[in-house]
Every structure is written in structure tokens, then in C-alpha cells.
Antibody
Framework: EVQLVESGGGLIQPGGSLRLSCAAS????????MTWVRQTPGKGLEWVSI???????YYTDSVKGRFTISRDNSKNTLYLQMNNLRAEDTAVYYC?????????????WGQGTLVTVSS | QSALTQPPSASGSPGQSVTISCTGT?????????VSWYQQHPGKAPKLMIY???KRPSGVPDRFSGSKSGNTASLTVSGLQAEDEADYYC??????????FGGGTRLTVL
């Protein structure tokens, strides 16, 4: 059974750093493209970042230079390192697995982890 | 890149059909086949319902169908059931390794 479990969220002051983890089971993260999507409480979804099998990585403009997506194949885990956090980064962060065919569709999602940036 | 435009709400009675639209531009919806639809119940993670505009993942009821014409994609839910009440989001590849979502539509089953 495919499962994704996020962790690492919490309350952090503006300018601080957090690393989110997404532990995968039932499939291999290195064999799939993976993404992070966030959702502001009570609002819509926003794509954050993607990592391909080739290790190529891409980001939405608002997080470029501050966030880094990566994976540890030995731990079958996806990460999102978030630096210089801002109030507008407050959201529930979901990791998700890319469906077959590189169609920018995501077929399995974690339960989400809440990041709150506030002083 | 701007979010895709969805109506904030839609509704229908059990057994009826409802269609939710998702309007973008020639740089996203109109330019690529990579339009997806997600269902999200309160407090839950999104669930993929449609990908590549009209394809259904295994396990998704065939009451859910998708289409695309020009810069507008649509999700149709036929034979509405109570459990279909949820938020629905469209997404589209926007070129240059970027994904854009719609603002979401709350579907109410009357």
C-alpha cells in the first residue's frame, strides 16, 4: 500500500528555518517524480516544488532561493528545507507522488504538516 | 502566474449532474493537455480524480468525467451522491516547469 507521511511542521519565527520530511512506503521515491504543495488555512492549493527522477528540481517563484527539495533514497524520504521563512509561508504542506507519464498529476498525497510562521 | 478561475460554489440535487469550469489562458490550460482535477473533503488531503484533462485513475467512479476546450477545462459529476460534497480544484501545467491551481469550487449536494 502506498503511503506518504509528512513531519517537521511547527511554529517558527519569521526568518527561521524548518525541514519537512515525507516518509514514503509502498513505492520508491527515487523512481517517481515527487512534489510539495501547500494550502493556506481555509484557502486554496499552491504548488511549491518538484523533483524529477533525474534529480532536476524546480520551484514556484515565491520560494526560489529559500526552499530546497531533496530526497534520501536510502531512507525513501522526500524533504523540503525551508529557510528565511515569511508569514506568507504559513500553510499546510503536502507531499505527493507524481502519477505515471510525467503528466503533472499527483496520485498519492500525505496527510499534510502545518507550518506556522509567526513571532 | 495567475491562478486558474473556478466558480466558488456549485450545487445539485442527488442524482443530478453538475459541471465545474476551470478557465485559464493559452499559456496553461489552452497550451497543454496536463489538466488535473482533485477532490478534497474537509480536513483531508486532495484526491486525484482526473488527469490529462479527461483520464480517470483506477478506482475513481465513472460518474466523474473531464473535458477541455480551448482555455477552459470542465469536470462533470453525474448522478450526484452525498459523498460527492467536497471542494474541487483544477490544476494545469503552466510551462517552464510550473504548476498552477484553480481557486477551488465547493460542491454542495442539496
Amino acid at each position: 500500500e502506498v503511503q506518504l507521511v509528512e513531519s517537521g511542521g511547527g511554529l517558527i519565527q519569521p526568518g527561521g528555518s524548518l525541514r519537512l520530511s515525507c516518509a514514503a512506503s509502498g513505492f520508491t521515491v527515487s523512481s517517481n517524480y515527487m512534489t510539495w504543495v501547500r494550502q493556506t488555512p481555509g484557502k486554496g492549493l499552491e504548488w511549491v516544488s518538484i523533483i524529477y527522477i533525474s534529480d532536476s528540481t524546480y520551484y514556484t517563484d515565491s520560494v526560489k532561493g529559500r526552499f530546497t527539495i531533496s530526497r534520501d533514497n536510502s531512507k525513501n524520504t522526500l524533504y523540503l528545507q525551508m529557510n528565511n521563512l515569511r508569514a506568507e509561508d504559513t500553510a499546510v504542506y503536502y507531499c505527493a507522488r507524481g502519477s505515471s507519464g510525467y503528466s503533472w498529476a499527483f496520485d498519492y498525497w500525505g496527510q499534510g504538516t502545518l507550518v506556522t510562521v509567526s513571532s | 502566474q495567475s491562478a486558474l478561475t473556478q466558480p466558488p460554489s456549485a450545487s445539485g440535487s442527488p442524482g443530478q449532474s453538475v459541471t465545474i469550469s476551470c478557465t485559464g489562458t493559452s499559456s496553461d490550460v489552452g497550451g497543454y493537455k496536463y489538466v488535473s482535477w482533485y477532490q478534497q473533503h474537509p480536513g483531508k488531503a486532495p484526491k486525484l480524480m482526473i488527469y490529462e484533462a479527461s483520464k480517470r485513475p483506477s478506482g475513481v467512479p465513472d460518474r466523474f468525467s473531464g473535458s477541455k476546450s480551448g482555455n477552459t477545462a470542465s469536470l462533470t459529476v453525474s448522478g450526484l451522491q452525498a459523498e460527492d460534497e467536497a471542494d474541487y480544484y483544477c490544476s494545469s501545467y503552466g510551462g517552464s516547469y510550473n504548476l498552477v491551481f484553480g481557486g477551488g469550487t465547493r460542491l454542495t449536494v442539496l
